[in-house]
């Protein structure tokens, strides 16, 4: 199996895109993921929609390390949805040469939100963008089935799925409605690891995506049935962020154990089972 890896902003947060890149290089990514937009009121992220400055020093980056970025989120569709709200944001990810945005479904009207989505893909098309509608099990969008009833029905030809490990194991997803998902449906998928009991509360679930999420292999999630659904050419970002590891051992450790693991369970993957 051939794959991408992308070493996305949670995994190195709060390190700003420059730095991202340089660190990329270095453990043998061919990718980044950047936050342009918090994904919660006064959340972490780098501010290249507002910060001229940072963003020309990260295409320069880019250009310098050849190392690009993948995936740029994250679009939250609310019932107040307006287009025009994300017109900074898509600009800065085209910018960037982006290939993906991450968008997250906020709106529980969902014939509203398959519009919201279809109008969202329209503005992310004019940039060489897809959009890619993240199934989380305490948003509108809840599993798999669900993101794609919303985008075959917004039936925008930029429009994906995204397949996220940690959610696809803790909401009523199977490995076959992964496996069923279309080819031309799915830019990339983002990998990680976790205790395999499942939290009770979206409080849990929330705090586990957020601040606790483990090095693939380290938990409890059948991460090389995950890999084995998905195509075997779909880029992987690299999604682990961790209150206690990271900062203990620092972004450059963990997105080096981060990368290692990843490439274990994809060869594990292809040989049928995850070894020690």
């Known amino acids: 199996m051939t794959h991408i890896y992308s070493l996305a902003y ?16 270095k453990l043998g990514y061919q990718a980044i993921g ?15 929609a507002t910060d001229p ?7 320069r980056g880019i250009d310098d390390t050849g190392i690009t970025v993948f995936d740029v989120e994250i679009a939250r569709l609310r019932a107040d ?16 040469k982006a290939r993906a945005i991450l968008v997250a479904g906020d709106d529980l009207d969902e014939a509203r939100l398959t519009d919201s989505f279809a109008q969202f893909c329209k503005a992310a098309a004019s940039y060489g963008l897809t959009a890619d509608l993240e199934f989380m099990p305490w948003t509108a969008v809840k599993n798999a089935e669900a993101a794609l009833r919303i985008v075959t029905k917004a039936g925008e030809p930029n429009g994906r799925v995204l397949v996220d490990a ?11 409605d992964i496996a069923a998902l279309p080819r031309n449906l799915l830019s990339y998928a983002q990998l990680c690891d976790a205790p395999a009991r499942i939290p009770t509360t979206n409080d849990e679930l929330i705090h586990t995506a957020r601040c606790a999420r483990l090095i693939p292999g380290e938990g409890g ?44 369970v994809v060869a594990a993957a292809a040989g049928g089972g995850l070894s020690a």
């Open 166 to 176: 940690l959610h696809a194991a803790r909401s009523a997803t199977t490995l076959n």
């Open 10 to 25: 949670l995994t190195s947060a709060p390190m700003a895109p420059p730095d991202a890149l340089l660190l990329a290089q």
């Open 53 to 59: 400055c940072l963003l020309l020093e990260t295409i």
């Open 221 to 264: 999630i059948d991460l090389a049935g995950i890999v084995s659904a998905l195509p075997d050419d779909l880029p992987l970002s690299l999604e682990i962020p961790n209150d206690e590891w990271l900062p203990r051992l620092g972004a450059e450790e963990w997105g080096r154990r981060a990368l290692a693991a990843a490439r274990r």
């Open 34 to 48: 950047v936050r342009v937009a918090p994904a919660t009121p006064g959340g972490d992220f780098s501010p290249l």
């Open 81 to 96: 949805f307006e287009v025009d709200q994300f017109a900074a944001f898509l600009e800065a990810a085209g910018e960037l």
